[in-house]
């Protein structure tokens, strides 16, 4: 092939790949499951607006619960992990276009909310991995979050151990998918937060301390454990707001938890393996490169940077 047609025809290879690669859709695009830009943005970036007890901040020298010292010296030991992707908690957006199915609730725990009318699901969106296979899926045309434990699409015929629907505009609470009856939704670190690098919310932990009582957000609870150091489900904690973060070796998302925790604190809502595994969505990759360049470098990263000796207890939500 002569020199001048040979370049003529890798021009018109190179720009059929070209057009090619701009009409593929990316993986990313077709499966809403790991992406961290659906549904983070528009309204879904701040879900629950009457939920003051998700977005107020912590007053100045809030009353603390009697018991807070015995709960903090169980708190302050063992792990303090960032669920990221085992556990972490995939978002799904769905919309008009979106198949709507019956779903079977298998636990006979009375009446299932996911079982009223059909749900809008596809095979695309899948649970995380870890045992309780929860995931949430956030209806833009009815305005809900339905929030599944134990899901399995099961060949177009949708099956869940348990779950509950949340109001997008309510206050994220008597939902039947935690512990807690607070939503699953609610106080999980989004991949935007640690991006921009401040959560501008309470967060939510799972506990191995937690205990058979419970108090306001929390409706109910899972736990048994009973005495002073019991950690009663919807609990606040606070990071004492006297420490200056500066003084600490923390990445950029060790210190957007830091801040956060002095500010507004974080919820036990549900029973779990670690002294304290806080919520955060699932991002495509484990544990997705928005968390591992904020300093998260792996999947259960113990946040150990955070001086949890210096926690403490409050004694109401809202500091009274």
């Given at each position: 092939m002569r020199p001048a047609r040979r370049r003529r025809r890798l021009r018109e290879l190179a720009a059929r790949t070209a057009l090619a690669?701009?009409?593929?859709?990316?993986?990313?695009?077709?499966?809403?499951?790991?992406?961290?830009?659906?549904?983070?943005?528009g309204t879904f970036r701040r879900p629950f607006p009457q939920a003051g007890w998700l977005y107020d901040r912590i007053p100045a020298a809030p009353a603390l619960d009697p018991d807070s010292a015995a709960m903090v010296a169980n708190l302050r030991e063992g792990q303090h992990v960032a669920n990221l992707h085992e556990f972490g908690i995939p978002f799904h957006a769905a919309d008009a276009a979106t198949t709507r199915k019956r779903v079977n609730c298998t636990k006979p725990w009375g009446t299932c909310d996911l079982e009223a009318g059909r749900r809008r699901l596809n095979r695309r969106m899948r649970p995380h991995r870890g045992s309780d296979r929860a995931m949430v899926v956030v209806?833009?045309?009815?305005?809900?979050?339905?929030?599944?434990?134990?899901?399995?699409?099961?060949?177009?015929?949708?099956?869940?151990?348990?779950?509950?629907?949340?109001?997008?505009?309510?206050?994220?609470?008597?939902?039947?998918?935690?512990?807690?009856?607070?939503?699953?939704?609610?106080?999980?670190?989004?991949?935007?937060?640690?991006?921009?690098?401040?959560?501008?919310?309470?967060?939510?932990?799972?506990?191995?301390?937690?205990?058979?009582?419970?108090?306001?957000?929390?409706?109910?609870?899972?736990?048994?454990?009973?005495?002073?150091?019991?950690?009663?489900?919807?609990?606040?904690?606070?990071?004492?707001?006297?420490?200056?973060?500066?003084?600490?070796?923390?990445?950029?998302?060790?210190?957007?938890?830091?801040?956060?925790?002095?500010?507004?604190?974080?919820?036990?809502?549900?029973?779990?393996?670690?002294?304290?595994?806080?919520?955060?969505?699932?991002?495509?990759?484990?544990?997705?490169?928005?968390?591992?360049d904020a300093g998260l470098a792996w999947d259960y990263f113990d946040l150990r940077a955070i001086p949890w000796g210096r926690i403490r207890v409050l004694r109401s939500w809202d500091g009274r």
């Open positions: 690669a701009a009409l593929v859709v990316p993986a990313a695009a077709q499966a809403p499951a790991a992406a961290d830009a659906s549904p983070a943005q209806d833009k045309v009815r305005r809900v979050t339905d929030e599944y434990w134990r899901y399995s699409w099961n060949d177009g015929r949708p099956r869940t151990a348990w779950g509950g629907v949340g109001a997008l505009d309510g206050d994220g609470l008597g939902v039947n998918a935690t512990g807690a009856l607070i939503s699953r939704a609610a106080g999980v670190v989004r991949a935007f937060e640690i991006r921009q690098g401040h959560i501008d919310h309470a967060l939510v932990f799972s506990t191995s301390h937690c205990g058979a009582s419970y108090r306001h957000p929390a409706g109910k609870s899972d736990g048994g454990a009973t005495g002073p150091g019991a950690v009663p489900e919807g609990a606040r904690i606070q990071l004492r707001p006297s420490l200056d973060p500066d003084d600490y070796r923390l990445s950029k998302a060790e210190r957007a938890v830091f801040v956060a925790l002095q500010r507004y604190g974080a919820y036990a809502i549900d029973c779990g393996g670690a002294s304290a595994a806080f919520s955060f969505q699932e991002v495509a990759g484990n544990p997705g490169g928005v968390y591992r």
